[in-house]
């Protein structure tokens, strides 16, 4: 039995059908009513504590139990880190970080009485590189990245395993539903190179692959014998991506980077010079 956040659209949409054809009970949670065929949809919201335990307490009515959730809920923020304002950048968390953190906090107890139970968190590629003019996305998804990380040693003991699956871009409406720092507008110095980064971002969405590709990662990470503390689905540039920062010192990464991806970290009339770092 699974239980899946953010289950009306997009990759949440996309990991319900797939779960829910192959013959799984599935319940997909969201804010968003819809009607689905093969699975249980649950009015859920992530950034309301009620809502959450209500909805987890429901299908521990109807089923006995949670084999595996699945978080998917999250929104993007885009905007210059200086322009975005604090309080912008806590709704943006309360969704991306705390609301998957309320979701697990539900399950746990429900796992540790069956002493069974596995958890896959949606990240982002933006968890494992830091996106210029999406900082804050990025930050929300690094933060799952670590809980996870952290939580596994935790919850070992008791027969539950956690990861982290990053995505690269997809074709979902994650993008069109994209909020944008009120304050950057022609008036900030960030406005040009911002449109020019919206507008790349855009791009790319629309060229992802289906989300069914992320699903097809996640019927396959919950049915292996066990669980990886991450995995990456993307294209082969975006895996070349994670495997270079990984490798390369760090002003190189970021370099090349910067060079692929757009705005460049140096100012004006500096060399832009990859000069590497005494440690990567």
């Given amino acids: 039995m ?25 319940y997909g949670g969201s804010r968003t ?21 209500a909805a987890v307490a429901e299908i521990v009515r109807r089923e006995g ?26 709704r943006h968390f309360d969704v991306n970080f705390f609301g998957s953190v309320r979701t697990i906090r539900a399950v746990l107890p429900i796992m540790r009485s069956r002493r069974r139970g596995r958890i896959v968190v949606i990240g982002s590629i933006g968890g494992l590189i830091g996106l210029p003019y999406l900082g804050y996305y990025s930050a929300t998804k690094f933060a799952l990245d670590g809980l996870i990380e952290a939580m596994r040693a935790e919850v070992a003991p008791f027969g539950i395993e956690a990861a982290v699956l990053h995505p690269g871009d997809f074709d979902t409406s994650l993008g069109q539903r994209r909020t944008y720092s009120r304050a950057t507008d022609a008036r900030s110095p960030y406005f040009a190179t911002f449109e020019r980064m919206r507008a790349f971002h855009a791009g790319m969405e629309r060229q992802g692959r289906s989300p069914d590709a992320v699903a097809r990662k996640v019927e396959r990470m919950l049915a292996s014998r066990r669980l990886p503390v991450r995995a ?27 060079r692929a991806y757009g705005p460049r970290p140096w100012g004006r009339g500096q060399a832009a010079r990859a000069e590497p770092d005494p440690q990567p």
């Fill in 65 to 90: 139990r949670i084999d595996a959730l699945v978080c998917c809920a999250g929104v993007s923020l885009a905007g210059p880190v200086e322009d975005t304002t604090v309080e912008e950048a806590q």
């Fill in 232 to 258: 990456l689905v993307g294209s082969p540039l975006e895996v070349l991506g994670v495997w270079g920062k990984a490798l390369l010192p760090s002003r190189s990464f970021e370099f090349l980077f910067c």
């Fill in 33 to 53: 009513p819809c009607a689905p065929e093969c699975w249980t949809y649950l009015r859920l919201d992530v950034t309301d504590d009620a809502s959450v335990e």
């Fill in 2 to 26: 699974v239980l899946v956040t953010g289950g009306s659209s997009g990759i949440g949409r996309a990991i319900c059908d797939r779960l829910g054809r192959a013959g799984g009970r599935v």
